[in-house]
């Protein structure tokens, strides 16, 4: 699909060029030019002095220029602590087991699994015949990226034959993919390629023909289902369906069962489902639902029936069913499961006797199972700790009792379970391996409720070493998100041991903007009510000190995208706050990025953050937007990056930001910004070099607390 600006957490951090300003010192920070530019609106017109940064093509040899200043400014800053940088690196990828290989799967007559090769940085998708045999490799993504400073495979489907091999490649981390066909016999690719296509893929029955979502070149909207016969020129490639709604996200895929295709259309308030027999391609697509306006579903297919999970009446969703030979109008929806308006339903999986169901109470994320012919014997998966997360596994195949969940929590490295679900019986396939001297029992979680300023309940998940002593000394890492209902699960994540072991608390703030306290939590804010998501987390820094949880003068925060707009908004209203804080690819220029429309998905956004043509939204927007609300005052220091391809919040954004905030901050705090002038908006591709820039952060940040604060 296309993606919204929620699709971060690594951050996107630099490669120098190499033609940049080799030795050569800097005795003062980049300033960018200020040429007056105005931005034009229907309530009013406000001069934008940085923004000659926006360089659509990017190729200005000013702005690159510009970049480049700001990437030697950060080299030689952080160059004084070299040496951390480098432990911290080898430590963190220290952890990881490098030969690693995820738990296979079932589906026709293979097993399909993915596995890394010790020193190398991508993975190699593989599988075995259920019958016994030799592995057969499908895709070694090392040799595809031989050479390129980008790659990554956005997606890989199998054929129903299983003879073929469709994947999406991106050489540059736009999101633009190309795509690609292999023939599983020849280990060759076929000659068909398309272009400018998102990374969905769906099959026909017969698997001679390839559903595919093509983009607008401008805005990167998912606009048009092509429809591609395997052979023929792709540039013959059939449209079956155009979206002329600009508000909304596409994707296809094919239903688990696979003998649907099916076209997903979603906007932040409304969703629409169109499905065709896979075995009549050339068909017409039907309508599950017409779309209305809040109005949300999304639905999948099991013996001749549709599951339906959905918010029609239901704010926390319920699940409905519809005979497939009754679609096209919601008033043949039948209850399924009622709502619940403590229990938020995420998602759900299907199997010929049971249905699973995955659902958020307590602001945990948890399991449960019911039988289709007794559902009054449902039961929850059990868990062994009060804070966790689970989830669902790969499960391809409806006849089966097994079911196949992820369990973890910040202590309990991810773990694939699988449930027999007539016995209960739980079996531990996998779990992550963290190399060194990692001992789960050497580490403390702990679930807390920060109160919010207007009396709310925040949950914080908190993670520390075992023995540590709550006197207001030690150090704190707060991170948090809170936009698009995204929720931010208390998963583990091994690199941050690197700070935890160094004495700090680890924090992530549930505040509102995602889902985890139910769909209220997320409508809390956005929109109208977004300040509650700025608010929140500032709420959750004063708990945490005032509970001797952090030392006032150590507090560090993390954001990115959605979430560096939060680090943003929160370095203007609470600067005092922070010793520190990191926007990774932050959303910083709220307003005139959402006035235009050229912009890669902003049309998508607006029930997100509003509408600035209408001014009621264009005031609220304004009174936050970081860019906006910079002012002359004290900041905190700032470690701010971005990806010069990125499509989903583009590098002018975080450029223009950070020339701002050099005019007008009155305090000597370091404001490093660096643009990974290769990637987008993951960062680069490689697991290795996606460490090594986790290292580059918590380098800044040890480093900054081993100086006196200012």
Do not use: C
Not at 669 to 687: V, W, Y
């Amino acid at each position: 699909m296309s993606y919204p600006r929620h699709f971060f957490f690594a951050a996107a951090l630099l490669v120098l060029p190499s033609t940049l300003l080799a030795n050569t010192a800097l005795t003062e920070a980049p300033r960018a030019a200020k040429v007056d530019y105005q931005v034009v609106s229907p309530h009013g017109t406000r001069n934008d002095p940085y923004y000659w940064l926006r360089d659509d093509q990017r190729k200005d040899p000013k702005v690159l220029a510009y970049l480049e200043q700001e990437n030697a400014w950060y080299q030689q800053h952080s160059s004084s602590y070299q040496q951390l940088t480098e432990q911290l690196t080898t430590e963190i990828i220290g952890r990881i087991k490098q030969d690693d290989s995820s738990v296979p799967y079932t589906k026709g007559d293979y097993q399909y699994y993915s596995r890394y090769e010790t020193g190398k940085e991508y993975p190699i998708y593989a599988r075995k015949p259920v019958a016994g045999g030799d592995e057969q490799i499908l895709l070694d993504v090392n040799q595809l990226a031989a050479g390129k400073d980008f790659y990554q495979v956005g997606n890989l489907s199998v054929s129903p034959d299983q003879q073929l091999l469709a994947y999406m490649e991106d050489l540059n981390g736009r999101r633009q993919y190309t795509l690609k066909v292999r023939d599983l016999k020849t280990g060759k690719d076929l000659p068909d390629q398309l272009t400018g296509l998102s990374a969905a893929i769906a099959w026909s029955a017969d698997s001679k023909q390839l559903f595919l979502v093509r983009n607008d070149p401008v805005t990167l909207l998912s606009n048009t289902v092509l429809r591609h016969q395997l052979g023929a020129d792709p540039a013959q490639a059939q449209s079956v369906y155009q979206e002329t709604d600009n508000s909304f996200y596409m994707w296809v895929s094919n239903s688990q069962d696979q003998r649907y295709v099916m076209i997903n259309l979603s906007s932040t308030v409304s969703d629409e489902i169109r499905i065709l027999d896979a075995s009549q391609p050339a068909g017409d697509f039907k309508v599950l639902a017409p779309r209305m306006r809040d109005f949300k579903y999304d639905a999948e297919h099991l013996n001749g029936r549709w599951i339906i999970r959905t918010d029609w009446q239901a704010p926390n969703y319920r699940l409905m069913t519809v005979a497939t030979d009754k679609l096209g109008d919601r008033a043949n929806w039948q209850p399924l499961l009622a709502h619940d308006d403590k229990i938020f339903i995420q998602s759900f999986a299907l199997f010929n006797d049971y249905l699973a169901i995955s659902e958020r109470s307590d602001g945990l994320r948890r399991i449960r199972v019911m039988p289709w012919q007794a559902p009054e014997k449902a039961f929850y998966v059990k868990s062994d700790e009060a804070a966790y997360v689970t989830g669902f596994e790969m499960n391809a195949e409806q006849n089966t009792q097994l079911l196949r969940y992820t369990y973890t929590s910040l202590t309990t490295p991810a773990s694939v379970y699988q449930l027999n679900m007539a016995t209960g019986e739980r079996t531990l396939l996998k779990q992550q391996e963290v190399l060194g001297d990692f001992d789960k029992a050497n580490y403390v979680t702990e679930r807390v409720w920060a109160p919010a300023a207007d009396g709310v309940k925040i949950p914080v998940s908190l993670l520390y070493r075992k023995g540590f002593k709550r006197d207001g000394s030690a150090p704190l890492y707060q991170y948090a998100y809170g936009s698009y209902g995204a929720s931010m699960d208390p998963s583990f994540r091994s690199s941050v041991l690197s700070l935890v072991d160094r004495g700090f608390v680890y924090a992530i703030a549930h505040i509102r903007g995602g889902q985890e306290m139910g769909r209220h939590w997320y409508e809390d804010g956005k929109l109208l009510k977004k300040i509650n998501t700025f608010t929140d987390y500032i709420a959750v820094t004063d708990y945490l000190v005032a509970e001797k949880y952090a030392a006032k003068d150590k507090v560090i925060g993390m954001g990115g995208s959605a979430g560096g707009l939060l680090m943003g908004a929160v370095a203007n209203m609470a600067p005092e706050k922070y010793r520190g804080l990191v926007a990774h690819v932050p959303f910083v220029d709220v307003v005139t990025t959402m006035l235009d429309e050229s912009i890669p998905l902003t049309t998508n956004e607006f029930d997100e953050w509003g509408n600035p043509k209408q001014k009621e939204y264009y005031d609220y927007m304004l009174s936050y937007s970081p860019y906006d609300q910079v002012s002359a005052q004290a900041y905190p220091a700032l470690l701010v990056t971005t990806g010069l391809h990125d499509s989903q919040v583009q590098y002018f954004e975080p450029a223009k930001w950070v020339a701002r905030l050099r005019e007008l901050k009155t305090d000597t705090n370091p404001l490093l910004f660096r643009t990974n002038m290769e990637a987008g908006h993951g960062g680069k591709s490689g697991r290795f070099a996606r460490l090594a820039e986790t290292a580059e952060e918590y380098a800044f940040i040890l480093n900054l607390l081993a100086q006196p604060a200012q």
